[in-house]
């Protein structure tokens, strides 16, 4: 029987491990834990990893113990946060909005009085699950809590609300009923309207219209900081490519250093990497991690070597093992176990993982089962820990305890790789 550190480490990483546990053993120890992880955030990368409401779900019918969780939601939507860094509102009242949905009406007016406590600001999301509950009256709702002049970036989120709507009734069905809305609520049709002339700003086909490369030197003189030189590069000419890759050694602002990396993560440096190998050592860390993602994609005696420099630093193990992906060597699997082996902070651990389920795929060696295996167990993110089984079941090395686990994990996509 796991003692409860270990229990909460299993649903931190949402392990369907957890689940398999309580099925076989007393539930009632772990319940406190699983109210928990109901009403607070365990994610290492929430924006990653996606909501756990099935996973949650199945830990709650594994408890068997409708009335506590019923309680310890309605007093969480009522009351204070005692945690409050990790106190989740959003996954409260997703996981509210299943006893709602069965005619609790408490537990729904709970949820509105919370949300609307709460404010569009903070998370819109909120409002997604009282769209998933109640339809278009909880988007008319949400209307009069958005904010009348909410910045153009963030109209996002009205589409997302409208989305909601639509995936609940289907398109047809929740445009016709929006249409209809609109005439009786002012601020509805203010929202979307807002939103439907950003959205009409951009043309299909002006993001991807390519500039040429003078006009593209006078936008990273102006504008360093922009997103839209990587999307560049990719259709550049060989002519363009080489003419940023000579501006890019000459170019000693560091901003401006950023955006002509860019140009260069999906395709080949062109020019000579020791200027690059330079910014991949140096102390401004989005510099390094840039250079090191246009490396990776080379192969050169000078780029392994600098990989295996960076595994024995602290820091930057996940950037010397994206190295190594095309100056790969065998026998390189036994470095990462060695490593795995040893402690690590969180973030390094994410990086390191990222970089050996990258260099697991390019190679397919069986010499990567054990490393795999070990981040399987250790890895804090369960979208990462899905790439970690697709390689393992790629390789043929999937044993069945682990396939067992996989049925209930946390990430819907590792669920959807063994059904």
């Known amino acids: 029987m796991a003692n ?46 996606g909501d756990r409401e099935i996973y949650l779900l199945d830990l709650i019918n594994c408890v068997a113990d409708q009335d506590f969780f019923r309680n310890g939601f309605l007093e ?24 709602a949905e069965k005619g609790d009406d408490e537990m729904k007016q709970a949820m509105y009085r919370a949300v609307a406590d709460a404010g569009f600001e903070p998370e819109p999301i909120y409002y997604e699950d009282l769209i998933k509950l109640d339809g278009l009256p909880a988007l008319v709702i949400a209307a009069e809590h958005v904010p ?29 009923a929006i249409r209809r809305a609109e005439q009786e609520s002012p601020r509805l049709a203010q929202m979307l309207e ?24 006078k936008m990273i003189a102006e504008k360093p900081g922009a997103m839209f030189y990587a999307g560049w590069g990719r259709t550049a000419t060989e002519e363009e490519l080489r003419a940023a890759a000579s501006d ?25 990497i020791a200027p690059v190998l330079k910014l991949a050592e140096s102390d401004n860390v989005r510099l390094a991690r840039f250079s090191v993602k246009v490396l990776s994609q080379l192969t050169n005696p000078a780029i392994r070597e600098l990989g295996l420099r960076l595994l024995d630093s602290a820091g ?39 970089g050996v389920r990258h260099l697991a795929s390019a190679h397919h060696s069986p010499e990567a089962e054990r490393s795999l295996t070990l981040l399987y167990e250790n890895g804090p993110c369960s979208l990462c820990r899905c790439g970690v089984v697709e390689e393992l079941i790629a390789l043929g090395c999937f044993p069945d305890w682990m396939r067992e686990e996989c049925r209930y994990d946390s990430y819907t996509e590792t669920r959807k790789l063994v059904q």
């Open 4 to 49: 409860l550190s270990e229990f909460n480490q299993w649903l931190q990483k949402g392990l369907g491990r957890a689940v398999l546990h309580l099925r076989t053993h007393d539930p009632a120890p772990y319940r406190e834990a699983v109210l928990y992880a109901c009403t607070h955030d365990l994610t290492y990368d929430a924006q990653c990893e």
């Open 76 to 99: 969480a939507l009522r009351t204070p946060p005692k945690d409050p860094e990790r106190f989740d509102l959003g996954r409260i009242v997703e996981m509210a909005r299943n006893f």
């Open 148 to 176: 009348s002049d909410m910045p153009e970036d963030d109209l996002w989120q009205v589409n997302s609300l409208v989305t909601a709507l639509q995936d609940r009734d289907g398109v047809e069905a929740a445009n016709d």
């Open 194 to 217: 807002r939103s439907r002339l950003y959205e009409s700003r951009f043309e299909p086909g002006e993001i991807q219209k390519h500039l040429d490369y003078v006009a593209l030197k």
């Open 248 to 272: 890019l050694i000459l170019e000693k602002d560091e901003s401006r250093l950023l955006a002509y990396l860019r140009i260069f993560w999906f395709q080949p440096f062109p020019g000579p």
């Open 316 to 354: 930057r193990n996940g950037d010397g093992v994206e190295l190594l992906a095309n100056n790969y060597k065998p026998g390189d699997f036994q470095l990462m176990e060695t490593l795995l082996g040893e402690p690590m902070q969180v973030d390094d651990l994410h990086s390191f993982e990222i």
